[in-house]
């Protein structure tokens, strides 16, 4: 098991619990009550499932929310618009499952990276170019929903710039 990644100006804590050669990601994710999430998203490349251990959260599969409490699970199928917040009042723990598991962890090690240098807006997410270089270096681990995909690798270039 890893050290915990944490991002303090969103109240997201995660933690690696499989091996970094294991085929299924598998990431304990803690959240304070209000987490907003990121934005809805897709995973080109891979199924994701998240099972709620404590607490409760709330996922946006398609268009539609859904209240998952503890012992719930729900998995969403490689290329499925999705995303997920915290429900007011409760902190929350989630297992969630990515296969395959290696594009995410680079991407994730990289947003919490980003995090602990402190390059987040208030909610903590990435600032623009930050998040442009994110999805430029690690377009299998996820694509913002609504971006086509023919788009995305000259739209994350231009607005990413130079390598940093």
Known sequence: MSAAMVNRASGERARFLSAPEHPVLEVLLELDAMHHGPPPHVHPSAEESFEV????????????????????????????????????????????????????????????????????????????????RLFRDHPDAMAVAGVPTWLAPALWGALAGGRS
Do not use: C, I, K, N
């Open 53 to 132: 251990v404590d607490g409760a959260v709330e996922l946006l599969t398609g268009r539609r929310w859904r209240s998952l409490g503890a012992g719930e699970q729900l998995t969403v199928p490689r290329g499925a618009r999705h995303t997920y917040r915290g429900v007011a009042g409760q902190t929350s723990r989630t297992l969630v499952r990515v296969s395959p598991g290696e594009p995410m962890r680079a991407f994730l090690t990289d947003l919490y990276g980003l995090a602990e240098q402190g390059r987040v807006d208030a909610e903590g997410s990435p600032r623009l170019r930050d998040a442009a």
